[in-house]
């Protein structure tokens, strides 16, 4: 929640000269589709976004690409996967006098051994805004960083994983 944040500065208008190169190189890639993941992870606690300047920036990106004339990007809201429903409203960039709508999708990282635990209120939220859901990062992982999946020594944990996540 400081001034000195980045997404405080982006809100500011502090990057425009380098939000104008991302645009320009946006638009050369034609109709070719961009899923953009602003500020992935938002939740996270060690990212440290404050609400209020996290829903700001992404307004300021969304209407600075737009009025750049970019029209090939979907905006991703990426939780990191284990959000409350609360935690997303908080962050949540809703409609304004400006737009209607500032998220295409509701993503979230898959990172876990119960695919019923990640990403339960990332996909109730999504179907409460009628937006499809995106897995942004997916990785063959225990949830505990003590004990990772290492698939060449340990298959059988590996595949569990795998019927998991094809489960989820």
């Given at each position: 929640?400081?001034?000195?944040?980045?997404?405080?500065?982006l809100?500011?208008?502090?990057?425009d000269?380098r939000?104008?190169?991302f645009?320009?190189?946006l638009?050369?890639?034609g109709?070719?589709?961009?899923?953009?993941?602003?500020?992935?992870?938002?939740?996270?606690?060690?990212n440290?976004?404050?609400?209020?300047?996290?829903?700001a920036?992404w307004?300021?990106?969304?209407?600075f690409?737009r009025?750049?004339?970019v029209?090939?990007v979907?905006?991703?809201?990426?939780?990191h996967?284990?959000?409350s429903y609360e935690?997303?409203?908080?962050?949540?960039?809703?409609?304004?006098?400006d737009?209607?709508?500032y998220v295409?999708?509701?993503?979230y990282?898959?990172?876990?051994?119960?695919?019923?635990i990640v990403?339960?209120?990332e996909r109730?939220?999504?179907?409460?805004?009628?937006?499809?859901?995106?897995?942004?990062?997916?990785?063959?992982?225990?949830?505990?960083c003590?004990?990772?999946i290492?698939l060449a020594?340990?298959t059988?944990?590996g595949?569990?994983?795998?019927?998991?996540?094809f489960?989820?």
């Amino acid at each position: 929640g400081r001034d000195d944040c980045t997404i405080a500065r982006l809100a500011r208008g502090e990057f425009d000269a380098r939000l104008g190169e991302f645009a320009r190189w946006l638009r050369s890639l034609g109709p070719r589709p961009v899923l953009l993941r602003v500020g992935y992870e938002f939740d996270g606690p060690w990212n440290n976004y404050d609400p209020q300047q996290f829903r700001a920036g992404w307004k300021y990106l969304h209407r600075f690409l737009r009025e750049a004339a970019v029209d090939n990007v979907a905006f991703v809201y990426h939780s990191h996967g284990f959000a409350s429903y609360e935690t997303l409203e908080a962050y949540w960039p809703s409609a304004d006098a400006d737009n209607e709508r500032y998220v295409d999708w509701i993503g979230y990282s898959y990172f876990q051994m119960d695919p019923d635990i990640v990403g339960r209120e990332e996909r109730r939220f999504a179907r409460d805004r009628g937006l499809k859901v995106f897995l942004g990062e997916v990785a063959p992982h225990t949830g505990d960083c003590s004990r990772q999946i290492d698939l060449a020594k340990d298959t059988a944990l590996g595949q569990r994983w795998m019927a998991n996540f094809f489960r989820h």
